[in-house]
């Protein structure tokens, strides 16, 4: 079973920057396909950017396009999640997951399209 440890969350202020990494180890999938998803208190979960195993795929939430950018190192087993002019309404706890299904692109955005999920990092972003 593939672990994924998430990490580079932290406390930050408005318009500052974190850098969030997400490991993967154990038995693997070969390449999956990444997201990165944020839930914050009494919200649902939601899809924040997701990249292809080749990296040739890379979808973003509206509210993030122009600030995020998902990417990812397959020889390390990593991906990475660039989060530049953060705003309060970012804080979250930021979860990155990993799928295999074929269907994938159809929702790459979507939380059900993920079968193994980290324990997650908290982001906090302060006016």
């Known amino acids: 079973q593939v672990q994924l440890v998430e990490s580079g969350g932290g406390s930050v202020q408005a318009g500052g920057s974190l850098r969030l990494s997400c490991a993967a180890s154990?038995?693997?999938?070969?390449?999956?396909?990444m997201g990165w998803f944020r839930q914050a208190p009494g919200k649902e979960r939601e899809g924040v950017a997701a990249i292809s195993p080749g990296g040739a795929d890379i979808y973003y939430a509206d509210s993030v396009k122009g600030r995020f950018t998902i990417s990812r190192d397959n020889a390390k087993n990593t991906g990475y999640l660039q989060m530049n002019s953060l705003k309060p309404e970012d804080t979250a706890m930021y979860y990155c997951a990993a799928s295999d299904r074929p269907l994938w692109r159809l929702s790459p955005l979507g939380p059900g399209n993920y079968d193994v999920w980290g324990q997650g990092t908290q982001v906090t972003v302060s006016s």
């Open positions: 154990g038995a693997t999938y070969s390449n999956p396909y």
